[in-house]
Every structure is written in C-alpha cells, then in structure tokens.
Antibody, heavy 122, light 110 residues
Framework: EVQLVESGGGLVQPGRSLRLSCAAS????????LHWVRQAPGKGLEWVSS????????GYADSVQGRFTISRDNAKNSLYLQMNSLRAEDTALYYC???????????????WGQGTLVTVSS | QSVLTQPPSVSAAPGQKVTISCSGS????????VSWYQQLPGTAPKLLIY???MRPSGIPDRFSGSKSGTSATLGITGLQTGDEADYYC???????????FGGGTKLTVL
C-alpha cells in the first residue's frame, strides 16, 4: 500500500521548535519534488514549503521564510520540516505531499499523508 | 485572502452536474498548470485533476477540468452524495515563486 506518514507534531509553546518527519512506504520519493502543506482548523489549504528531487531548489511561503527549513533524505525515503520560532498562527494540520514531477511548479500533488497536528500555545 | 478565487459553496441535486470556478491572474493560472483536489470530511486532500484537464488513474470521468485564460473550472457530472466535499484548485505562481491554492469550495449534494 502506498503511504506517506507524517510524525513529530504536538503541543509546543510559542517561540519553541519542532521537527516534522514524513516517511514513505510503497513508493520511492527520490525522483520527485516534495511539499509541506498545512491546514489550520476549519480553514483551507496553505502551502508551506517545497523541495526538488535532489534538494537543489527549495521554496517557502512568506509566512514561514526564515523560520522553517525543509530537507529530505532520499536514502531514507523521507522528508523533514524543521520549524523554529513557532507562533500561534502556525497551529495547523501539516501534510506532506509528493509531486508528480522532479521539480515543483504546479504539476500536481499526487500523494498526501494523513497529516500531523501542530498546536502552538502557552 | 487567497491568491486564487473560488466560490465558497455550490450545491446541486443527485445526478445533476455542477461546475466550480477558480479565478487567478497571468502570473498563476494564466501561465501555469492547474490542479484540483477533493477533500472529503476528515480526510487528506486527493488529486482529482492535474495539468488543467488530466485525471490520475482511478479518478472517474465524471470529473473534468478545463482552463481558459486566467480561469479554470472543475466539472462534476452524475453527482453522488459521496461527492460532498471541499474542492480546491491549485497552481504555481511565477511572481510569488509559490504554490498557491484557492480558498476552497464546499459542495453540497442536496
């Protein structure tokens, strides 16, 4: 079965850090761009960050630029998101998603995990 | 405020057809591919349409996509109660260097 499984979410105080992971099974990630997309409770989808197949290109939403870092380990078939200086507005369900293309740019996010919930609160 | 504009809600009766619009600009829809996603209640989004009008394997041909200029449309025919979900359009914005999504449209099958 094809699966993306996110982990690492939880309750964290404002200003603290958290590292999310996304592990794949039943599919290989190394030829495709990967993404983090979040969804605040009751809200729509918000793109967070993307990384190309070989980590040569990365992109961030303005709202997380300078605070979040995306990375991947193709040998481990995994994607990561290091989140620093967390804010209340970062509270959301964080999804990892696999692109249809090696390079991100609107080709479609074909596989999605079930998400990991990040709650930023004191 | 989303970069792409979708109607908040649409509704139609079972068996009928519905369309969902997605409006953008030349920096996003006008010059990039559009995708559509279905999010059933309590689940992760699912890719319905990619590259404007292509369906991934397993997606029934009741779902269709089209694009004209800076707007895109998702069409669903033969509506079923199981189609009740939130639908999102998405694309790349060349000016923002960002993936952008519409605000989502809630489909109600009456």
């Amino acid at each position: 079965e094809v699966q993306l499984v996110e982990s690492g979410g939880g309750l964290v105080q404002p200003g603290r850090s958290l590292r999310l992971s996304c592990a794949a099974s039943g599919l290989t990630l190394d030829d495709f761009a990967l993404h983090w997309v979040r969804q605040a409770p009751g809200k729509g989808l918000e793109w967070v960050s993307s990384i190309s197949w070989n980590s040569g290109s990365v992109g961030y939403a303005d709202s997380v630029q300078g605070r979040f870092t995306i990375s991947r380990d193709n040998a481990k078939n995994s994607l990561y998101l290091q989140m620093n200086s967390l804010r209340a507005e970062d509270t959301a369900l964080y999804y990892c998603a696999k692109d249809r293309s090696p390079h991100y740019g609107g080709h479609g996010l074909v596989y999605w995990g079930q998400g990991t919930l990040v709650t930023v609160s004191s | 405020q989303s970069v792409l504009t979708q109607p908040p809600s649409v509704s139609a009766a079972p068996g009928q057809k519905v369309t969902i619009s997605c409006s953008g600009s030349s920096s996003n829809i006008g010059n990039n591919y559009v995708s559509w996603y279905q999010q059933l209640p309590g689940t992760a989004p699912k890719l319905l349409i990619y590259e404007n009008n292509m369906r991934p394997s397993g997606i029934p041909d009741r779902f269709s996509g089209s694009k004209s200029g800076t707007s895109a449309t998702l069409g669903i025919t033969g509506l079923q109660t199981g189609d009740e979900a939130d639908y999102y359009c998405g694309t790349w914005d060349s000016s923002l260097s960002a993936v952008v999504f519409g605000g989502g449209t809630k489909l109600t099958v009456l």
